[in-house]
Each structure stands twice: as structure tokens, then as C-alpha cells.
């Protein structure tokens, strides 16, 4: 296993945030955490790239012992994430927002930045633009882009969809499922399960800080349990609902990239897509 989490348990204070989560990731899948506000996803991933710190239990990543590395030795060591609120330089142009995310590497980083150009060709388009004055998707797919430029051999993403038009939410999911296919294992914690379990190998499903069901993504999407708590719904009626449904994709393909201007040609400037803050 490429990331083997060992009966975690996370305090904030005196509460109990984490009551021993153990879960693993193996090289090359995508792994989803699914579950309510509050189950502790958001802390499970700072808790995996060292935002948070233990009370007991371990990390394994890699083959080591990760427990107590602090967190820019574990972004060394090749753990990547697009942090909460997506952590945009504001004032810094897209670029130097890209080139960030590799300022702890030393080698040369224009592989990566032409990779990031290419999976989000928008953000080729905006270059020199400043960070804080992307849309919200935009600077999603930003935030997502710097993570990938430190070459990390695991992708924690919190929540990649919120607050996109869904337009813009079947993108992501499909350059999630790009970024994989290029070698890079993710985990990926969602609101939207219904999607994160259709991209998923494997899915765990947290409740008040524990897991309570870990099984491959395909079979979560028909568990009635799931069904009932996560996706709205009992076996059948989701499918059937306008917002669980796939929505269609303009490039089905599987090398879908983020394109969302009109096929003619660039959107004008500042005409944005997503509903996002
Ligand atoms: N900084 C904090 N201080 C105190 N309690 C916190 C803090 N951050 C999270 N918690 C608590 O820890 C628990 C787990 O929170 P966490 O953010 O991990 O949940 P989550 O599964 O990501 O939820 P959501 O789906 O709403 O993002 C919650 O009960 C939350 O109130
Ligand atoms: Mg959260």
C-alpha cells in the first residue's frame, strides 16, 4: 500500500474529531471518503499531510513511518494537496501561482507546468492574470494545478466540486479521473458521492469520526444504505433524479480536459461559467 492510515484518532481540544480511522490507499487507484458534514474528511486529510497531528495511531506512506513528519517534509516526501479554500496566492499571476507549487522542488518544473497547461487549458489562457481574480472554478482548477506541479505520488483533494456549475463539476471529476490515468493515485474526499463513487476504485464511508463501511466504489453506488444516506435516495429512484444523473459531457473522451469556453473560440474576458463564490 502506497498510504496505510492505523486507528487515527484526532482531538481538537477535547473533542474527538477522529476515533480511530484506519484506511489505506494503493498506488494508481483513487480512493473516496464520503460521509456528512462533521464526519471528520477534511480532518482526515490535514491529519494526512501533517496539518493536524495524531493523539494515537499512525501513518505509513511510501514505507515509512510518516506519523510525526512535519508537513513540508511530507509534500517532499510526495504527498500533494489542493488545501481547503483552495489557498490561491491572490496578488501572484497564474503562473507564479503554478510555479509555487513547485518552489520546493529543485529540478526544472516546465514538464509540470506544461502538464497543468494542458489538463486546464484555461488556465493557459490566463497566464498572467492574478490569482485572486479567477472565478471560483478557475481558481479550482488552479489550486489543483500548483498540487500537481510538486510531482506528488498521492493527490488529497477536499471537496474539488464545491461551489462549481455542474457543468464544471463533470469536468473535474473527469480530470481527476485524467490525473490518474497519469499515474498519480488520489484520494478524494466529496459531498457529491454519487460522482466521487462513479470515478472511485474504493470508497470509505465516515460517520462521527469512524468508518463504518470501506468496499469497492461500484458496490457502495448500489449499497441501499448508501443509497439511502449519500445519494438520495433508494436503489433506482437517484438514478432516475435529474441531479444524482450523470449530466452529458461535451468531450466524453478520457482525455477530457477543462475547457469551458465556447468551442468558436476564448470567452471574453471576465464571462464566467460557474456559479462559484
Ligand atoms: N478547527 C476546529 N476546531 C474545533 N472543532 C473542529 C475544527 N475543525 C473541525 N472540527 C470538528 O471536527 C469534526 C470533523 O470535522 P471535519 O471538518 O473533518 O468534517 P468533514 O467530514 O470534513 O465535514 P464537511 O463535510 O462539513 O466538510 C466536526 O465535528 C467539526 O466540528
Ligand atoms: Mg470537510
Known sequence: MLLEIRDIHVHYGKIAALKGITASVDEGEIVTLIG???AGKTTTLKTISGLRSLTRGSIEFDGRDISKMPGHK????????????????????????????????KDDASKELAEAYELFPRLAERKTQAGGTMSGGEQQMLAIGRALM?????LL????????APMLVQQ??????????????????????????????RAYVLETGRVVKSAPASRLLDDPEVRAAYLGGELGEAAASPAAAPAPVDAPDPGATVTDAPA????PEGSEE???S
Open 36 to 38: 456528512a458534514n462533521g
Open 74 to 105: 511530507r509534500v517532499l516526501a510526495g504527498i500533494g494537496q489542493s488545501p481547503e479554500g483552495r489557498g490561491i496566492f491572490p496578488g501572484m499571476s497564474v503562473e507564479e501561482n503554478l510555479l509555487m507549487g513547485a518552489f520546493s522542488r
Open 150 to 154: 510538486a510531482k506528488p505520488k498521492v
Open 157 to 164: 483533494l477536499d471537496e474539488p466540486s464545491m461551489g462549481l
Open 172 to 201: 473535474i471529476f473527469s480530470i481527476i479521473q485524467e490525473i490518474n490515468r497519469r499515474g498519480t493515485t488520489v484520494l478524494l474526499v466529496e459531498q457529491n458521492a454519487q460522482q466521487a463513487l462513479q470515478i472511485a476504485h
Open 264 to 267: 468558436s473560440g476564448a470567452a
Open 274 to 276: 460557474d456559479a462559484s
